[in-house]
C-alpha cells in the first residue's frame, strides 16, 4: 500500500506514465523485455498450495460427475450431452485458472527509477512523480505494491491466492472468466447431484451407480457441498469484477474510498478496456492472445518469479 507522503500528485499526468504502451516502450531495455517473454510465477507457499487445491478440487468434480454419474447412466444422449458440456466447463474454468496464474499481471519494471530514467522523462519544473520504496520504481497512477509479489502492479484488483497471483490490469479478463467458468460448473454438477439423488431414490440404489451405495452417497454429499461452496464463492467474486469492472474502480479503490483522479471507463467502455475490443464471443474465450513463452529452467537469484 502506498503511503500518502510518498505520492506525488501529478503522475498521472505525465506522458510517460498514463499511456500502457507509451509507458512500456520508454521504460524497456532490452532485460525488461526479455522478462516480458518469460512466464510469470510467483513462488509463493501458500498460494501455491491453494492453487493445486482448486485443481485437485475441480478434478474431483470431473471424476464424480463422469465415473459416479454420467457412464453408469443408461441414457446415452444424457451422459454425453451432459459429459461434453461439463468438461468443457471445467477446461474453460481451468485454463483461465492457468491464464491468470501465469500472466504478468502489470508489474511495474522493478528498481527503474534510477537518475538516468528520472532525467529521461524530462520533467517540467513543479512536475512530480512517485517512487515506490519497496522495489524502486516509478510508481503510475492506481499502481499498488503488492507484499507477495513484491512488485508494483498496475491497476492492481487484489492478491487471489487461490490463482497465485495479483488480479490487476493485464490478467483481470482471466480471472472474471475463471470465476465464471467454476460457477457455471458448479451450477451444473449441483443439477446433475439432485438427478442423480432422485434417480436412485425412485430405482434401486445397486443400479443407479457402479459404486456402492455408501460410496455413492459420501462422492456425491462431498460434491454437492463443494458445488454450494464454490458457486457462491465464485459468482460473488464474479459479481463483484464485473462491477469494478462497470465503474473502473479497483478492489483497493473502493476499499480506501480514493476519488477518481483518472478518466473513468463505465459500464460498456470499462468492459472493452478489461476484454479488448467490442463485445464478441472472444470475450469468453480464455486462449486469446495465448503464445508459448521461451522455456527457461534457471530462476534469476532474488527474483520473486521464474521462468519454466
Ligand atoms: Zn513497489
Ligand atoms: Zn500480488
Excluded at 64 to 89: E, H, I, Q, R
Excluded at 113 to 137: D, F, N, R
Excluded at 229 to 237: E, K, S, Y
Aim: aromatic letters at 12%; one cysteine or more; charged letters at 20%.
Amino acid at each position: 500500500m502506498p503511503s500518502s507522503g510518498h505520492r506525488l500528485r501529478d503522475v498521472e499526468h505525465h506522458p510517460l506514465l498514463t499511456g500502457d504502451d507509451s509507458y512500456d516502450s520508454a521504460a524497456s531495455s532490452p532485460a525488461e523485455a526479455d522478462a516480458a517473454d518469460r512466464v510469470w510465477f510467483i513462488r509463493d507457499g501458500c498460494g501455491m498450495t491453494c492453487a493445486v487445491l482448486t485443481w485437485l478440487l475441480v478434478l474431483y468434480a470431473d471424476f464424480v460427475v463422469t465415473f459416479v454419474m454420467l457412464l453408469p447412466s443408461k441414457d446415452f444422449w444424457y451422459s454425453v450431452v451432459n459429459g461434453v458440456v461439463f468438461n468443457c466447463l471445467a477446461v474453460l474454468a481451468l485454463s483461465s485458472h492457468l491464464r491468470t496464474m501465469l500472466t504478468d499481471p502489470g508489474a511495474v519494471p522493478k528498481g527503474n527509477a534510477t537518475k538516468e530514467y528520472m532525467e529521461s522523462l524530462q520533467l517540467k519544473p513543479g512536475e512530480v512523480i512517485y517512487k515506490c520504496p519497496k522495489c524502486c520504481c516509478v510508481k503510475p497512477e492506481r499502481a499498488h505494491h503488492c507484499s507477495i509479489c513484491k512488485r508494483c502492479i498496475r491497476k492492481m484488483d487484489h492478491h487471489c491466492p487461490w490463482v497465485n497471483n495479483c488480479v490487476g490490469e493485464k490478467n483481470q479478463r482471466f480471472f472474471v472468466l475463471f470465476t465464471m467458468y467454476i460457477a457455471l460448473a458448479s451450477v451444473h454438477a449441483l443439477v446433475l447431484c439432485g438427478l442423480q439423488f432422485i434417480a436412485c431414490v425412485r430405482g434401486q440404489w445397486t443400479e443407479c451407480s457402479d459404486f456402492s451405495p455408501p460410496v455413492t452417497v459420501i462422492l456425491l454429499i462431498f460434491l454437492c457441498l463443494e458445488g454450494l461452496l464454490f458457486f457462491t464463492f465464485t459468482a460473488v467474486m464474479f459479481g463483484t469484477q464485473i462491477h469494478s469492472i462497470c465503474n473502473d474502480e479497483t478492489e483497493i479503490e473502493r476499499l480506501k474510498s480514493e476519488k477518481p483522479t483518472w478518466e473513468r471507463r463505465l459500464r460498456w467502455e470499462g468492459m472493452k478496456s478489461v476484454f479488448g475490443g467490442p463485445p464478441s464471443l472472444l470475450w469468453m474465450n480464455p486462449f486469446v492472445g495465448f503464445r508459448f513463452r521461451r522455456l527457461q529452467t534457471r530462476p534469476r537469484k532474488g527474483a520473486p518469479e521464474f521462468s519454466v
